[in-house]
């Protein structure tokens, strides 16, 4: 599917296990974003990349990982969920210019919509 | 650092009715400033953006905002509104340069059109 994907759409899972969010696009954009989405707070941002191997901390990154390894895959790992982490993630990405910005839009996936328990 | 504020969290209005959303933002440089647009149980979606030149930009399903920049306003505005367009609308910022163009979002405004 053209686009960018996120998988699992729902999950349920328990404090403390281990939980990777899928983000996938097939645009080969270069920069891809994390960001949660909770009431009262609108979007905030997790984690971002900029390239494959480079990351970088967003506003509430505590409690979460990522890695990228290929251009087109974003994973975030929850490595010992808790109840606070419950809430709705979406992935982002936009195509920037080598050594600059275009116009900062950003194409957003479909989401998840995690429940800790 | 930026920040951004959207005055209502709830807009309730009527079908055919006009509505404005509004939305300030707080930066000590200069920004881009987007508006988006999340139907329920999806992600969101574009509905119009400020880069540069006129102040009055168009965008999709028939809105505008106007960039104010004496008041660090760009609210949205749509002269009559439909039952679609119940949803939830985002107002976001980001920096004009570097860091990757990373999003600052409003808390968001929830619009309910009533028949």
């Known amino acids: 599917d053209a686009g960018i994907t996120q998988s699992p759409r729902y999950k349920i899972t328990e404090t403390g296990r281990q939980v990777t969010l899928m983000c996938h696009q097939t645009w080969s954009h270069s920069y891809m974003f994390w960001y949660r989405q909770d009431l009262g707070h609108g979007l905030r941002l997790i984690y971002y990349s900029a390239a494959a191997d480079i990351t970088d901390k967003g506003e509430v990154p505590d409690g979460y990982v990522v890695s990228r390894s290929k251009t087109e895959n974003f994973p975030l790992t929850l490595e010992s969920a808790t109840r606070s982490q419950t809430s709705v993630y979406f992935c982002?990405?936009?195509?920037?210019?080598?050594?600059?910005?275009?116009?900062?839009?950003?194409?957003f996936g479909p989401g998840t919509r995690l429940t800790v328990l | 650092a930026q920040s951004v504020t959207q005055l209502d969290s709830q807009v309730p209005v009527f079908e055919e009715a006009p509505v404005e959303l509004r939305c300030n933002y707080s930066?000590?440089?200069?920004?881009?400033l987007f508006w988006y647009v999340q139907y329920p149980n999806q992600g969101l979606q574009l509905l119009l953006k400020y880069l540069s030149g006129s102040t009055l930009v168009k965008g999709i399903n028939g809105f505008e905002a106007e960039f104010n920049k004496s008041q660090t306003s760009f609210h949205l505005r749509k002269p009559s509104v439909h039952i679609s367009d119940t949803a939830e609308y985002f107002c976001a910022v980001s920096l004009i340069y570097n860091q990757g163009g990373k999003l600052i979002f409003g808390q968001g405004t929830e619009l309910s059109v009533k028949p």
């Open positions: 982002a990405s936009h195509n920037a210019l080598a050594g600059g910005v275009l116009n900062n839009e950003q194409f």
């Open positions: 930066s000590s440089v200069s920004v881009y």
